[in-house]
């Protein structure tokens, strides 16, 4: 499941960046179809980092300070809810700066 989700999020990624709003409507439902299976899919890009972070893999683009932010996402962040408990399937990898 997690390498369909992945490839989800990765149509979604490309079409945004090439401002292809023709999929949306598709995408959305396909993760609405997901979210009722119990995953989540979550995008963590321009939320805080922090090293005590234990659902994201990160590289620093620089030294570390206070005031970083995830810049990029590569995999998103994928729970699933197991007797209504949020475990974390994958954790996300993203570039920080």
Avoid at 35 to 46: D, H, R, S
Avoid at 73 to 83: C, F, G, R
């Amino acid at each position: 499941m997690k390498e369909i989700l992945n490839q989800i999020y990765d149509i979604e990624q490309k079409s945004e960046k090439r401002n292809i709003d023709f999929f949306e409507r598709n995408i959305r439902r396909l993760y609405h179809e997901i979210e009722k299976q119990g995953y989540i899919v979550k995008n963590p890009l321009g939320e805080k980092y922090s090293l005590e972070r234990t659902d994201i893999e990160a590289t620093l683009m620089t030294d570390f300070y206070n005031e970083m932010k995830i810049v990029k996402v590569l995999k998103p962040i994928v729970y699933h809810s197991i007797n209504d408990t949020m475990v974390i399937v994958q954790k996300g990898v993203v570039i920080v700066e």
